[in-house]
Nanobody
Framework: QVQLVESGGGSVQSGGSLRLSCAASGFTASSYCMGWFRQAPGKEREGVAGINSRGSTSYADSVQGRFTISRDNAKNTHYLQMNSLKLEDTAMYYC?????????????????WGQGTQVTVSS
């Protein structure tokens, strides 16, 4: 029943911005911890941002100050606003959910995953 669908990816020049969306169904996302993760070719999946049911957020050091995670409870959707994009941000981005992940930015602590949306940053 649980489903997560990402959208908003694309190609952008360095310094530009993108906003990713994750539409949830089959559960109330605001009652879960939600996260954004990314995986570049040849690299392991890494946590980017997370938000819990209280609205508390967590960010990877590499995106702190540039990315913002948020949610719209009425739409059962959460977002990742990405500003000042760098070449290193190029990756497949995934949204994920779990009732109680032990670590908000650990991929192994999330049970539900979307299919991913590609973000490509060029110079």
């Amino acid at each position: 029943q649980v489903q997560l669908v990402e959208s908003g990816g694309g190609s952008v020049q360095s310094g530009g911005s993108l906003r990713l969306s994750c539409a949830a169904s089959g559960f109330t996302a605001s009652s879960y911890c939600m996260g954004w993760f990314r995986q570049a070719p040849g690299k392991e999946r890494e946590g980017v941002a997370g938000i819990n049911s209280r609205g508390s957020t967590s960010y990877a050091d590499s995106v702190q100050g540039r990315f913002t995670i948020s949610r719209d409870n009425a739409k059962n959707t959460h977002y990742l606003q990405m500003n000042s994009l760098k070449l290193e941000d190029t990756a497949m981005y995934y949204c994920a959910a779990d009732k109680h992940p032990g670590r908000p930015l650990s991929p192994n602590d999330y049970n539900y995953w979307g299919q991913g949306t590609q973000v490509t940053v060029s110079s």
